[in-house]
């Protein structure tokens, strides 16, 4: 992980550190600030978590794209299924990661900085939050799987 403040963030068997500069997304994406309007966007480890091992991510959108939350910028590919990748601001596409093309590992290994996804130049997506909004998403999403988990043990 990379020098910036983090909180450390523990519910159920789930484990991560938070950025606390970060803003985040309901879809579990992460966004820092790369100066001037410029965002970088990732994948929060506990988005990591649920999409499993990543084996390919490429994106339909050329730099300079004019873009909006929840448009697709391309897919994500994992062993499990092939998921969408959506845009979590407004404003113009820059492009993809381009270390993503030789070294998936660092989604996983390093999810808050070296393992970002994309960057975007605008706003955020007014439905993103700080850690504290994000850290109670966490909760309330962690609950409800494990809701689900012991309904499903159930007799």
Same mark, same amino acid.
């Given at each position: 992980?990379?020098?910036?403040?983090? %909180? @450390?963030?523990?519910?159920?068997?789930?484990?991560?550190? @938070?950025?606390?500069?970060?803003?985040?997304?309901?879809?579990?994406?992460?966004?820092?600030?790369?100066?001037?309007?410029?965002?970088?966007?990732?994948?929060?480890?506990?988005?990591?978590?649920? @999409?499993?091992?990543?084996?390919?991510?490429?994106?339909?959108?050329?730099?300079?794209?004019?873009?909006?939350?929840?448009?697709?910028?391309?897919?994500?590919?994992?062993?499990?299924?092939?998921?969408?990748?959506?845009?979590?601001?407004?404003?113009?596409?820059?492009?993809?990661?381009?270390?993503?093309?030789?070294?998936?590992?660092?989604?996983?290994?390093?999810?808050?900085?070296?393992?970002? @996804?994309?960057?975007?130049?605008?706003?955020?997506?007014?439905?993103?939050?700080?850690?504290?909004?994000?850290?109670?998403?966490?909760?309330?999403? %962690?609950?409800?799987?494990?809701?689900?988990?012991?309904?499903?043990?159930?007799?």
């Amino acid at each position: 992980m990379s020098a910036t403040a983090s %909180i @450390l963030y523990k519910r159920a068997t789930f484990v991560t550190h @938070l950025p606390v500069t970060h803003r985040y997304a309901p879809s579990h994406c992460w966004l820092a600030s790369s100066g001037d309007r410029r965002w970088r966007v990732g994948y929060t480890k506990f988005a990591m978590r649920m @999409l499993g091992e990543l084996v390919d991510v490429q994106f339909d959108r050329e730099p300079g794209t004019p873009v909006r939350p929840g448009d697709v910028l391309g897919t994500v590919e994992g062993f499990k299924a092939v998921s969408e990748l959506f845009c979590v601001g407004q404003g113009s596409f820059v492009g993809g990661n381009p270390a993503l093309r030789t070294d998936l590992e660092a989604l996983a290994q390093d999810p808050y900085s070296r393992g970002w @996804l994309y960057e975007f130049e605008g706003e955020p997506d007014a439905r993103c939050m700080d850690m504290d909004g994000y850290r109670a998403l966490l909760d309330a999403t %962690i609950d409800r799987l494990l809701e689900k988990q012991k309904a499903e043990e159930a007799p």
